[in-house]
């Protein structure tokens, strides 16, 4: 809806993946651990649903790759011409 608002020149969706149980293991500040818990409430994959986007422009795999991985292929496309 926001690409048809705002024009595909002017919008670009990522789509940064990763596995629940990764997102859970690199949680410094036990967010997951109090929504699991039930004191967070509509927590985006725990008590609420995750929708991946259908077509994104990109996918970043951050569980397979490395950080620096990551930054090179969001360049490459925020710097690709036209």
Do not use: H, W
């Not at 967070?40 to 422009?57: C, H, L, M, R, W």
């Amino acid at each position: 809806m926001i690409r048809s608002i705002i024009g595909p020149e002017n919008f670009i969706e990522v789509y940064v993946q990763c596995p629940l149980e990764i997102c859970e293991s690199r949680d410094v500040k036990g967010v997951y651990q109090r929504a699991r818990a039930g004191e967070i409430k509509d927590f985006t994959g725990i008590s609420a649903p995750y929708e991946a986007p259908e077509v994104p422009d990109l996918v970043v795999a951050t569980e397979s790759m490395k950080l620096e991985e990551c930054v090179e292929q969001l360049l490459g496309l925020i710097n690709r011409p036209g």
